[in-house]
């Protein structure tokens, strides 16, 4: 097991070591570090399967040591280690998703052991990993009790409140593409451990039935595959496994005599949310064929001179109902299903045409923005759409700028620093956006190769506070000492750009200056080629 433990006390960390390895209970490869900043470092390079954390660090102790450890490393499971009985550390350690509290000398070392094995077990089922146990319902499947006893050590440890355990009774109908006639029958059953929200159920069962429908070669026959699902929760719909598997059974038949859709759950609730998701992914997909989707452009202008230095391009839905809808509000949707790849590809096709045209207009186009998904980000088909952009439409990468979600970048730095890095090796600028709302360090900006930040709407709102203008201060001069420029965003009064051009910001945006819109395609608006007078 690889352990990072985040202890300053050389003495105690060599003799955790020992006592850990002489357990024998896992092999420990542990590797140890004084502070968080040295635990930032080594988790960009390595990935642990738990961390031991110290929460009497000098500088960083009780309950900030947690909330910065998770911050850095924020899919590990943490054990927390302290010398404070106090019950009130414990609940609030435990509340911040520690999955254990142990205290220094009074815990031994089998036990510490057991503990950090239980809860690299828990983290691990908190979340699926793909990983499907599959048994086979015998010939006769109204002998359900017996069939269930197997089931039983299954479930019994996962069917928590916090963590879903879905059984899914499965009918697979293999028929031969020249035939109707089918050639085999496949009863079986699913188990899918660690299914945290019940967002997350629609999902996993969409990728269960799209692996099982697979087509088969067979010879020179290819064989089709048709699934009917039927899907019991635990501990939802019930605890006991006869009862689950006779639910899931139920839904199958259900599903089979009515012959829509591909799976049926036995809760009439998650039928419901599953045929609205269904529904909002076909309605996503007419949106990008029938041009429904459209971006507007919003200026980014010069604080001192109030000039228009750069435009931030920004997706909306035309909906048939007549409503325009606002990327936030479907792009999470779009994310959490698989489309957000289409979609940001989409918008910066829309991009590229738009600049194309109005060079061969003659017009001096502005530098344009694209926010892209923390998901694109991870991509490496993301370098490729943007060299691809770039050479089709012969758009100078000094025009094209992304924005990043801070929040996003660390959430996994290592994948958001290599990409970042390639993009920037383009020509593009990188700008991090809603800068300050994440754990912000100037560690973070050494290592991100941005070229810009965007402080949160939230430190602008409250700029007349003087707590907020001194932190909004700090932000601002921490950028520029790393050669980074700085825009405010969410500018609705004269006071708020004022006061951010006092400070130091060097570009502003906002509806105080023009709120987004649609522009056209030969030209740029004058009211963004002139200088703007509020």
Request: charged share 30%.
């Amino acid at each position: 097991m690889k352990i990072l433990l985040v202890e300053d006390d050389a003495a105690d960390a060599a003799l955790l070591e020992k006592q850990l390895t002489e357990t024998g209970a896992f092999e420990v490869n542990l590797r140890r570090c004084t502070d968080i900043c040295e635990a930032e470092r080594l988790t960009n390079d390595e990935d642990f399967d738990v961390v031991l954390l110290d929460m009497d660090l000098p500088g960083s102790a009780g309950i900030r040591a947690v909330r910065n450890i998770q911050s850095v490393c924020p899919n590990t499971p943490i054990v927390a280690l302290s010398a404070e009985d106090s019950e009130d550390n414990v609940l609030a350690a435990l509340s911040l998703g520690v999955e254990d509290y142990v205290l220094k000398g009074y815990c031994t070392v089998q036990a510490l052991a057991e503990s950090i094995a239980a809860a690299v077990e828990r983290h691990t089922r908190s979340s699926w990993d793909g990983k499907l146990l599959n048994l086979r319902i015998p010939e006769n499947p109204t002998e359900l009790r017996h069939f269930a006893e197997r089931l039983r050590p299954i479930l019994a440890s996962d069917a928590q409140h916090d963590v879903r355990t879905l059984v899914v009774a499965a009918l697979i109908e293999r028929t031969l593409d020249r035939a109707d006639r089918v050639v085999d029958l496949d009863h079986c059953v699913f188990i899918v451990n660690g299914v945290g929200a019940a967002e997350d159920i629609d999902a996993v069962t969409e990728e269960l039935s799209r692996a099982l429908s697979v087509p088969i070669l067979a010879g020179s026959d290819r064989v089709v595959t048709k699934t009917h699902l039927g899907i019991a929760v635990a501990p939802d719909d019930a605890r006991e496994p006869a009862e689950l598997l006779a639910k899931a059974l139920n839904a199958l038949s259900e599903q089979r005599e009515e012959n829509t859709g591909r799976w049926k759950y036995y809760s009439q609730e998650l039928n419901r949310r599953s045929a609205h998701r269904q529904r909002l992914l076909t309605d996503v997909s007419r949106a990008i064929d029938s041009d429904q989707l459209h971006v507007q452009y919003q200026p980014i202008v010069d604080a001192k001179h109030r000039v228009a230095v750069r435009l931030e391009a920004l997706l909306r839905w035309s909906r048939s109902d007549g409503f325009v809808t606002s990327a936030s509000t479907f792009m999470p949707f779009v994310e959490e299903n698989g489309m957000v790849q289409r979609v940001d590809e989409y918008v910066v096709d829309q991009v590229g045409r738009q600049l194309r045209q109005w060079q061969l207009r003659g017009t001096d186009a502005l530098p344009v923005a694209i926010n892209v998904s923390a998901r694109s980000l991870s991509d490496d088909r993301l370098v490729r759409v943007f060299e691809g952009m770039l050479e089709q439409y012969e758009v100078p990468p000094r025009l094209v700028e992304l924005e990043v979600t801070e929040s996003s970048a660390i959430a996994d730095m290592r994948t958001a620093r290599r990409a970042m890095s390639a993009l920037r090796s383009l020509g593009l600028g990188i700008a991090l956006d809603d800068f300050g709302c994440a754990y912000a360090s100037l560690d973070y900006l050494r290592r991100l190769p941005a070229t810009r930040i965007k402080i949160d709407k939230d430190f602008v709102r409250d700029i007349a506070d003087q707590r907020t203008a001194t932190i909004t201060q700090a932000l601002i001069d921490m950028a520029h000492g790393l050669d980074m420029q700085v825009v405010a965003e969410g500018v609705e009064s004269e006071q708020q750009a004022a006061a951010l051009h006092d400070l130091g910001c060097d570009e502003l945006q906002g509806f105080y200056f023009a709120r987004p819109a649609r522009v056209d395609r030969d030209a740029v608006p004058a009211s963004l080629r002139l200088q703007i007078v509020p």
